[in-house]
């Protein structure tokens, strides 16, 4: 058994006497190449339609303003947390923070608001931010697309098309305008990539491809609101492949036309995509299962979720029928992918007694469905009441580890992983949680370059509207004020010091029982509870 002096010899700082030993960081480096290997970034995320006002031209501001403005299908984003107008003050917050990168996307719909039309001041307004994100020495990292488009793409207020695709009504992916969408998509992304090529090095082209569609086009929950997912080996699928048509064309136009190395590190553009991930369970009947059925069920969720879209682009191929063996040859797919990245939030049951997604055999513990895939938490402080599941800070360690034996030469980074909640302490133990889990990852072998945290600032959670807070910094919305949270303070004190203090684990970490969420009711599986 290791002394606690040889212990603390195995680690580049002490230990306290009674705590675990602090981790420190590798300082920042480059998302992709040899380079970067033992290299760890620090950041916050955002996404623009979560957060910036004055934004009409976007399907979501469409689809949430009250009819008859718009359709009135979730809460209306308004202004959001007016980041547009307060980006200065928000930059501010990043450089506060300490951490090295900022995450936040440019509103296509701002850039090109219809078809072929650019919006100069819109233009001239991102520069300006990543001019200032670069003055502060805080690396910006681009999102091209984040679950919202120009209403031109596929206006929801049409969702039959009718007519064929027109300038005002591309017909969105899959459909007969499915091409010029790629084509529209594909400029963009070399016009951001010419635009700001300067100041940008680090490019993500797609924000969680899997759950985008499904909302979009297989469930219509979220702008265009259709639904497919009654015909997902078909007309699902033919959106999944113009999607992915979509990234590895963006792809290459960005590596066209950012030729510029921002970073001083010798690479022009590293470009990747950040993709949804869950620490699924087999389970039956509300409990962990053994059953070969669940156990299957689980593997085969795993696959579509976490696996489907990345093996198209590493081996070029497309499993059309979603059997686990492609069927389709893309090779202009490959080498377009220079990094990935993994959003993490939850712990989810699967089960193999019941079919939720059809063709698949399998229902997952999703959205407030059930059918006895739902799992009691490891312990009731995990459950996050505000949106219906279990946090469990600790799944993404076998998640990265997962992902780098299934793609050892890929380089991954956490792009995005948090808690809604509105306490401070939670948010800070989840904070020191998912970082012990991510170092050891790491410790194992892992090729993990970085940390964002879920978000800067609260913001408007999709069709969640308001209600969740998932911000570092608290935003009142009557003033729409900013208050830095506990959690701000601990990881700014992390970033600075790159490092995990004993003190902080002892405080924040580990795999115990987290603070309780006061002031909601709890449910045995974890059901989303409405605001009290």
């Not at 990543?130 to 596929?154: C, E, K, Q, Y």
């Not at 940008?200 to 797609?206: I, K, P, R």
């Not at 510029?260 to 991930?277: F, K, P, Y």
């Not at 090779?331 to 377009?336: A, G, L, M, Q, V």
Request: proline share 6%; net charge negative; with cysteine.
């Amino acid at each position: 058994m290791k002394t606690a002096l040889a212990l603390c010899a195995t680690v580049l700082v002490g230990c306290s006497d009674d705590g675990a030993p602090a981790i420190t960081f590798g300082s920042f480096g480059p998302l992709c190449g040899d380079a970067g290997r033992g290299s760890f970034r620090f950041g916050a995320a955002t996404a623009a339609t979560q957060i910036e006002d004055m934004n009409p031209a976007t399907d979501w501001y469409l689809w949430t303003a009250p009819p008859p403005m718009g359709l009135g299908r979730s809460p209306f984003v308004g202004d959001a947390v007016r980041g547009y107008t307060k980006v200065t003050d928000d930059l501010a917050l990043v450089r506060e923070l300490g951490v090295d990168a900022y995450r936040f996307s440019i509103e296509w719909a701002r850039i090109e608001p219809t078809r072929d039309h650019i919006d100069d001041a819109a233009v001239a307004h991102y520069r300006d931010e990543l001019i200032a994100l670069r003055a502060m020495g805080i690396h910006p990292t681009v999102t091209l697309h984040h679950f919202s488009n120009p209403v031109w793409v596929d206006d929801p207020r049409r969702p039959a098309c009718d007519g064929g695709p027109s300038d005002t009504n591309l017909c969105g992916l899959g459909s007969a305008g499915g091409r010029e969408v790629i084509a529209e998509m594909t400029e963009h992304a070399g016009f951001v990539a010419e635009k700001f090529g300067d100041l940008v090095d680090d490019w993500g082209t797609l924000n969680e491809p899997i759950n985008y569609l499904l909302a979009a086009y297989g469930i219509g929950s979220y702008p265009p609101g259709k639904s497919t997912i009654g015909q997902i080996t078909t007309a699902f699928v033919a959106v999944v492949r113009d999607y992915i048509t979509a990234h590895a064309e963006m792809y290459k136009a960005i590596q066209t036309n950012d030729t510029i190395d921002a970073d001083g590190d010798g690479i022009a553009a590293e470009i990747g995509l950040s993709l949804s991930v869950a620490d699924w369970e087999p389970a039956r009947d509300n409990k962990l299962s053994t059953d070969p059925a669940d156990i299957a069920a689980r593997d085969r969720l795993v696959y579509l979720f976490h696996y489907l879209f990345i093996d198209a682009l590493v081996h070029g191929t497309l499993d059309t029928n979603l059997d686990g063996m492609p069927d389709e040859l893309h090779p202009d797919w490959i080498r377009t992918l220079d990094w990935l990245g993994l959003q993490y939030y939850f712990r989810g049951g699967v089960t193999g007694a019941a079919q939720l997604i059809p063709s698949t055999g399998l229902a997952p513990c999703f959205g407030g469905f059930d059918q006895g895939a739902c799992l009691p938490p490891r312990d009731p402080t995990y459950c996050v009441p505000r949106m219906g599941y279990e946090s469990w800070p600790d799944g993404i360690h076998d998640i990265l580890v997962a992902f780098h034996a299934r793609y050892p030469e890929l380089p991954l980074v956490v792009t995005e992983a948090g808690i809604a909640t509105d306490m401070g302490r939670r948010r800070a133990e989840n904070i020191v949680r998912v970082l012990e889990a991510i170092a050891r990852a790491r410790d194992e072998g892992v090729d993990v370059r970085g940390y964002y945290h879920w978000s800067l600032t609260d913001n408007f959670e999709w069709s969640e509207g308001f209600g969740p807070h998932f911000g570092l910094y608290s935003v009142d919305y009557t003033t729409y004020a900013r208050t830095a949270t506990e959690g701000a303070d601990v990881l700014g004190a992390i970033a600075r010091s790159r490092t995990l203090t004993s003190e902080q684990r002892a405080r924040y970490g580990g795999t115990g029982p987290m603070t309780a969420e006061v002031g909601f009711q709890q449910f045995p599986t974890c059901r989303k509870t409405p605001a009290p």
